[in-house]
């Protein structure tokens, strides 16, 4: 485990008993509050807690320091844990809608004994436990309030991205002739994009004190179709992976997903090979997954995948190179997120 991993876990028992604490103050029972402590060590920790790092590590190259002082890392690392946070909310009601069994390696919370569906209020008091942070820390500052936009509208954003992709593609009424590529690009930048990557980083400009709007805009411009390139590339390796380096095997064409490859496929195939995606995917049966996976052969997707990486890696990297960094915003804050991403495996 990195040094900077361990760091910024030491945080999150300090944070969760000051949420504990809050909580404490209510009145309520004992047996309460367990419960709660039980959710959020549950649902917070051991994920790979690659966006809360982001925040820290934004914050420290937005002030070109190589080493932050205790009280500033203590804040960054609140708001890394902020979106940590938020990712456990949307996680825990993802499970319960898709009827998911597993995540990160252990059941899902939901499927914890005595737990069932009281996990949809768990999931809320994930999302609020979010505010009575950024209160505790932030309220003097002059900030404050955007930081409560900013996670209040990253939500909705989220949320919205989540909707369209519920509709779109249900596990249980396959429908190809839902899905396109404009409505796959909406969902990933709106369901993973905003959360996943400009969050982060807003919040590091934030307490930065990189306030304009041009700067935002700036970041958004690059940081959203990055975002959706990240998640072409996890609908790509679902398909095209090695499960021994990913780690699991892809589901995607037996789980009826709106992804890239399908929606690729869909965009180029003949009549005769559209019966055949129509007829096979979707299905939790092997043979047939077989079969859906002989159409993206023929069609030779995976040369199409190729040729979008190098199209879109070129066309961020001349967004990146053209950025005013005059206010103190950087470039390279989003080129080593790109360079993390770039032709990766898994």
């Not at 009601?93 to 919370?109: F, Y």
């Not at 989220?158 to 839902?178: K, N, Y």
């Not at 805009?217 to 380096?245: H, I, N, R, S, W």
Request: charged residues 30%; aromatic residues 12%.
């Amino acid at each position: 485990m990195s040094e900077a991993r361990k760091q910024f876990e030491a945080v999150f028992p300090e944070i969760a008993e000051e949420i504990l604490e809050s909580v404490r103050e209510t009145g309520i029972a004992p047996n309460a509050i367990e419960w709660l402590k039980e959710n959020l060590f549950y649902n917070s920790v051991g994920g790979k807690l690659n966006r809360g790092l982001s925040v820290v590590d934004t914050y420290r190259l937005l002030k070109n320091k190589k080493e932050l002082d205790a009280q500033e890392y203590k804040k960054a690392a609140v708001l890394g844990w902020c979106v940590e946070l938020l990712q456990a909310y949307f996680l825990v009601a993802d499970d319960i809608m898709d009827s998911s069994k597993t995540r990160r390696g252990q059941p899902c919370w939901y499927l914890q004994p005595k737990v069932g569906m009281i996990a949809i209020n768990d999931a809320f008091m994930l999302e609020a436990a979010i505010y009575i942070l950024l209160k505790k820390y932030f309220r003097q500052d002059s900030y404050y309030v955007d930081l409560i936009e900013l996670f209040h509208e990253t939500t909705f954003q989220t949320e919205l991205g989540q909707l369209l992709d519920l509709i779109t593609a249900p596990e249980d009424d396959v429908d190809l002739s839902r899905f396109s590529l404009k409505k796959h690009s909406f969902i990933v930048t709106y369901k993973t994009a905003f959360y996943s990557f400009y969050l982060p980083v807003a919040l590091a400009m934030y307490m930065a004190g990189i306030s304009s709007p041009c700067d935002f805009k700036q970041a958004k411009d690059v940081l959203l179709p990055l975002g959706e390139y990240f998640q072409v590339q996890d609908d790509y390796l679902d398909c095209y992976g090695d499960p021994d380096v990913i780690g699991k095997i892809g589901t995607d064409i037996q789980d009826n997903k709106c992804g890239w490859v399908i929606n690729k496929a869909l965009e180029k195939c003949s009549p005769a090979q559209r019966e055949t995606l129509d007829a096979n995917y979707g299905i939790k049966d092997s043979a047939k997954e077989a079969k859906v996976k002989q159409v993206f052969a023929d069609l030779d997707l995976q040369q199409d995948y190729f040729e979008y990486e190098e199209e879109i890696v070129t066309e961020l990297r001349k967004r990146i190179a053209n950025i005013d960094e005059s206010r103190g915003f950087k470039g390279e804050v989003i080129e080593i997120f790109l360079n993390k991403i770039y032709k990766r495996q898994k």
